[in-house]
């Protein structure tokens, strides 16, 4: 009865989870893109009110992931489970650096419009090169990749599974790419990571999501039907 019920429990959760996953990456998505219609020139930061919108969302989304993950973990296969427990751990160093990152800059983010101290810049900032871009980078071009490249094989039944693990692999490899343009000082280039964690990874959780409604859908029928 335990293990029935810790089933339950994560494919609700889980499948709650990642459609608030989806839900918080779409809107993350359509605030960056009113934030760079705003841009006079492509050469300036993102300004408020859409700086600050998309740091609160970053701060919630990344846990979110790592929670996520959490139910990735229970529905793998014993096959997998090692491929399933690396991905967890990779997903919440991902989260804690991000986290700390965002948070730090949100705060910081004003202190530094009234310095003109350049070694603040240098440190807080998201203009190449400074600390708290590199360990952005870090965090998603580097452990959310790896994450998603270890958990893709997981899903490996049906269409469904197949269309999730397609994703999850294209993702990977594009957020991937991206720490490619750190050693070539070339943020172009990191852009392409932008694609794979913030635009084709919410998909891979909205259709996670849909996998869990069905494993639980299933779950009823079967405790429904006589012995």
């Known amino acids: ?6 089933n339950r429990n994560y494919t609700r959760l889980g499948k709650v989870s990642c459609w608030i996953t989806f839900t918080i990456g779409i809107a993350y998505l359509l605030i960056t893109l009113f934030g760079f219609l705003s841009l ?3 050469d300036e ?21 790592a929670f996520d993950m959490i139910a990735i973990h229970y529905h793998a296969s014993e096959k997998y489970k090692l491929h399933s427990l690396f991905a967890l751990f ?13 948070f730090v800059v949100l705060i910081m983010s004003h202190q ?21 871009y590199i360990l952005d980078i870090l965090a998603w071009d580097w452990f959310f990749a790896l994450s998603f490249l ?47 964690y913030a635009l084709i990874a919410p998909f891979a959780f909205l259709l996670i999501g849909i996998k869990f409604k069905r494993i639980q859908m299933n779950s009823k029928i079967d405790t429904q039907q006589p012995t």
């Open 1 to 6: 009865m335990l293990i029935e019920n810790a």
């Open 45 to 65: 930061p993102v300004g408020d009110p859409y700086f600050t919108l998309m740091e609160l969302l970053t701060i919630i989304i990344a846990p979110l992931m």
């Open 90 to 102: 990779s997903m919440f160093i991902m989260a804690g650096i991000t986290t700390c990152v965002h």
């Open 150 to 196: 270890i958990a893709a094989p997981i899903f490996n039944h049906g269409r469904l599974e197949k269309t999730i693990r397609t994703l999850m692999f294209i993702s990977g490899i594009l957020s991937l790419i991206g720490i490619v343009g750190v050693p070539f000082g070339n943020m172009q280039i990191r852009n392409i990571g932008i694609i794979g």
């Open 40 to 42: 006079i020139s492509h």
């Open 112 to 132: 530094l419009e009234a310095t003109t101290m350049g070694s603040l810049t240098f440190f807080f900032s998201f203009k190449w090169p400074s600390v708290v």
